[in-house]
């Protein structure tokens, strides 16, 4: 979505709106999958040389976990979104989807985990990955653990 320059007055110019999902356009089996739609609010001022932006970004993804490499829902939301653009000699337009979509980019968790989120959901890839001074610490759950020496005295009643 071109912008231009020219239409941008002195006191700022408030654009917002929704874009496809289509506009991040990744390779299918990327580690981000966006979700759309994408909602944006934006204040725009331009100055000599730069261009800035300033309002508030949202869009869903799913992002997938870099330790137990799952898919799950991560909503981007950034209220305080700030862009600035430099502006090439003659430049007369910016390309406003573009620079959104770059900026949701960046944005992103560079190292997400499933269990980033407040839901209690736990990595179950996560014990790979702790370090040793978990050692400590009570043992995991484990299927069975503590019931295998019922199991064992079960068997050594068994008549044979
Ligand atoms: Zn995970």
Known sequence: ?????????????????EFPVTIFDLPPGDSIQPMGPVRYSADIYAFEEVVVLNGSL??????????????????????DW???????????TIDLK??????????LPPNPR??????????????FVTFAEDEDEEEPLEAGGPDIWGAL????????
């Open 1 to 17: 979505m071109e912008v231009f320059i020219s239409d941008i007055p002195d006191e700022g110019l408030h654009l917002e709106g």
């Open 58 to 79: 949202r869009s869903p993804f799913r992002l997938q976990c870099g330790t137990c490499l799952e898919f799950f829902d991560f909503d981007a939301d950034f209220p």
């Open 82 to 92: 700030t862009s600035e653009v430099d502006l090439e000699p003659g430049q007369r």
């Open 98 to 107: 573009e620079i959104i979509r770059e900026d949701f980019l960046l944005g």
């Open 114 to 127: 499933c269990d980033d989120r407040d839901d209690g959901h736990i990595c179950p890839k996560a014990h």
């Open 153 to 160: 005295d079960e068997f050594g009643k068994k008549p044979n």
